[in-house]
């Protein structure tokens, strides 16, 4: 049986749809009519992204439980009184400054039906409720017609998520191999990252295009990985501590890394139960190569795993799929603690998009899976760790004492050279950050 025959009976798709319409109505609507207008919204580097969005041009009950709303360019939602009432914007329900709501929506009558509908002079719809307060007045929502035809999208298309934020602010990424990683070198000085809002924007957008930058001359005192993330999230504090030390050590239970043996690409801490986002490792000490020669060893490298999973997906997407469906159990024990989680080598969102890889040969345990499936696995992931070892891809390098790089750990996957400690000193000083923090920190600055 060929590869493609396996992982077809590996894949079940599924999709159910359920419509129901309920008549019957107790109230009358109000009508007003509005003419369209332009919004404008201001994004990064003063560029202008123009929506037309339509005003609320009539609303009118459909059944006991729902209302048809037309907007001006013609397009009809129908929204669910239940989901209207809690989505309530005032500030009786949602709080005005964290947005965060206020509303307890198990306390809602999920058969709620309104005393009254209507549109205002500038187009929104206006609904009122009864709350039953026992003064017999009503609760008015008011809804504005940019965020009702934004979050009523996926009614008029009757599907899920429809990327209701808008398009996003930040650039695209950019997926990159050893010739044009070198080519725009992702790199910044450490006075530039920390004394300017610009310099920090600029080296968190390098972050979010490649998914790795560099800081160089950063003083190599102990703990400065620290002071840096500070500048824009805080430390990750993991099971190795605040922040680790990646240095020589004699000890043979000792951690691989911390040995002058090679590693291998991968990705770190997949047995957890959310691998870390962003790593940083800053170099404290190396040994000059020109004393012990460019073969010294203990080079760095880097290969952006996403990248990877595309040429997966588009020259054997058999395989891709048996990656992106099988899930594989990470494990280690430390320090008398063991850590186990299952993650498939390759993540994606509902729209198949790469949205994480996770490799590390060294912490997979046993394939646990259906026997059809092994010769399969085994193929695909051979296919996939040898694209990713080809040295065409590989962004390799000494780091210097005050270097620091800073990498996703879910998408660029990390490896070392081996070297002989007895002649090349290497000490590096490495923690980890949450990913979305410095999103959030890089989404403020761009938004400024």
């Known amino acids: 049986m060929s590869l493609r025959q396996l992982c077809r009976q590996h894949l079940t798709l599924a999709s159910t749809f ?3 319409e309920v008549a019957g109505t107790g109230f009358k609507p109000r009508f007003l009519h509005k003419s369209k207008k332009i919004w404008s ?13 339509a005003v609320v041009q009539s609303a009118v009950p459909v059944g006991a439980y729902s209302a048809k709303v037309i907007f001006s360019d013609d397009q009809t939602c129908d929204f669910k009184f239940i989901w209207l009432r809690d989505n309530c914007q005032c500030s009786s329900c949602v709080h005005p400054e964290t947005r965060q709501k206020l509303l307890d929506t198990p306390l ?17 719809l206006i609904v009122d409720w009864p709350e039953g307060n026992g003064r017999n007045l009503p609760h008015r929502s008011i809804y504005e017609p940019r965020w009702l035809y934004k979050y009523g999208q996926c009614f008029a298309q009757n599907t899920f998520d429809v990327g209701v934020e ?10 990159w191999d050893r010739t044009s ?13 920390m004394d300017s809002e610009e ?5 968190l957008e390098m972050v979010h295009r490649y998914g790795l930058a560099i800081i160089r001359g950063v003083p190599t005192n102990r703990e400065e990985v620290v002071k840096v993330v500070n500048r824009f999230a805080y430390v990750k504090e993991t099971s190795y501590g605040l922040t680790f030390d990646v240095i020589s050590e004699p000890d043979p239970g000792a951690h691989l890394a911390f040995t002058g043996l090679r590693l291998e690409l991968h990705t770190d801490m997949n047995y957890r139960e959310k691998s870390p986002g962003l790593q940083l490792l800053h170099c404290l000490k190396a040994s000059d190569p020109q004393e012990n020669g460019q073969n010294g060893g203990g080079k760095s490298f880097f290969v952006d795993g996403f990248l990877v ?16 469906s099988t899930p594989i159990k ?43 499936l092994v010769m399969a696995f085994y193929h695909a992931y051979k296919l996939f760790t040898e694209k990713l070892r080809d040295s065409s891809l590989e962004l390799l390098f000494h780091m210097k004492p005050g270097d620091l790089v800073a990498f996703n750990n879910r998408r660029v996957l990390h490896g070392r050279t081996s070297f002989d400690p007895r002649k090349v000193l290497r000490h590096l000083q490495g923690c980890y950050v949450d990913f979305d923090e410095i999103m959030s920190k890089y989404d403020m600055l761009l938004s400024r």
């Open 18 to 20: 359920i419509k129901k």
């Open 41 to 53: 919204m201001s994004l990064a580097n003063n560029t202008k992204l123009v929506d037309q969005v």
């Open 108 to 124: 809602l009558n999920v058969h709620i039906r309104p005393q009254a509908l209507s549109v205002s002079p500038n187009g929104d």
């Open 166 to 175: 808008g398009p996003s602010i930040r650039p695209p990424i950019e997926l």
């Open 181 to 193: 990683i070198w080519n725009r070198f992702p790199e910044m000085s450490y006075r530039e990252v």
């Open 199 to 203: 310099g920090l924007k600029t080296w």
């Open 309 to 324: 999973a595309k040429w997966l997906q588009e020259n054997q997407p058999a395989a891709f799929h048996v990656l992106s």
């Open 330 to 372: 990470f494990s280690i024990t430390t320090k008398n603690l063991k850590y186990s989680q299952h993650w498939p080598v390759i993540c994606v969102d509902k729209d198949g998009e790469v949205t994480e890889i996770h490799c590390n040969n060294r912490t997979m345990g046993p394939l646990q899976a259906p026997s059809h």
